[in-house]
């Protein structure tokens, strides 16, 4: 069975610093979707970024960018230029294949902004 | 974007009695949809699985004659729980996928507290 591990409870980053979080996780299979997915004060789950295992290169969405490390089985989320808003729970999470849509969910890591 | 709202986003219930929680996509068709249970400070626990107009595949774990799940449409699904405990309060969160858009994504309601008292 597949697992997620987010071995950072909290992390905490000055507002215009970069942050990284961490995100491993196990699998047999080749072909899968990872995720980082935003919890923000209000619960809504927001998508922040998405990764094909197929593609090679690394995500990136404005501020955020990840750092796929296939053979590693490792999963990093970089947020460059902290804001504010940032400050939320991070999930990061496995998709399998299109197919089989269950979401596998690490256990979460608290980004505290400091002004 | 794909929208799917929830409905109460809070909801105070007294012991033995019933809730029903609605989950609807807005502006899509939503041909699966899950239910997931979130404790404080804790990630998501997905508590069920439905698909429109089929009977739902709960978790390992999770009392389907508790919380019964209906998705009767494609635009609505319901969690009812019954016989409701303090035990059952929680944050519960739905989320939709449809076979129309892109197929790896779930898109997530607001969530609903259920405080049962």
């Known amino acids: 069975a597949q697992t997620v591990t987010q071995s950072q409870p909290e992390m905490s980053v000055q507002e215009a610093e970069t942050v990284t979080l961490s995100c491993t996780y196990d699998?047999?299979?080749?072909?899968?979707?990872l995720f980082w997915y935003k919890q923000p004060p209000s619960r809504q789950m927001i998508l922040v970024i998405r990764?094909?295992?197929?593609k090679q290169q690394n995500a990136t969405e404005n501020r955020f960018s990840v750092n796929f490390q296939k053979a590693a089985k490792s999963f990093s989320l970089k947020i460059s230029d902290s804001q504010l808003g940032d400050a939320a729970m991070y999930f990061c999470a496995y998709q399998s294949t299109p197919d089989y849509y269950q979401l596998i969910w690490g256990a979460g890591t608290k980004l505290i902004i400091k002004p | 974007g794909a929208v799917v709202s929830q409905h109460p986003s809070r909801v105070i219930c007294k012991s033995g009695t019933s809730v029903k929680i609605e989950c609807r996509s807005l502006?899509?068709?939503?041909?699966?949809m899950f239910w997931y249970r979130q404790f404080p400070k804790q990630s998501l626990m997905l508590m069920a699985t439905s698909n429109e107009g089929s009977k739902a595949t709960y978790e390992q774990g999770v009392e389907k004659d508790k919380f019964l799940i209906n998705h009767a449409s494609l635009t609505l699904s319901t969690l009812t729980v019954t016989s409701a405990h303090p035990e059952d309060s929680s944050f519960y969160i739905c989320?939709?996928?449809?076979?129309?858009?892109?197929?790896?994504?779930?898109?997530f309601g607001p969530g609903t507290r259920l405080t049962v008292t």
């Open positions: 990764q094909e295992a197929y």
């Open positions: 989320s939709a996928r449809t076979a129309l858009l892109a197929s790896y994504e779930q898109y």
């Open positions: 502006d899509f068709q939503a041909t699966t």
């Open positions: 699998t047999s299979e080749s072909d899968y979707y």
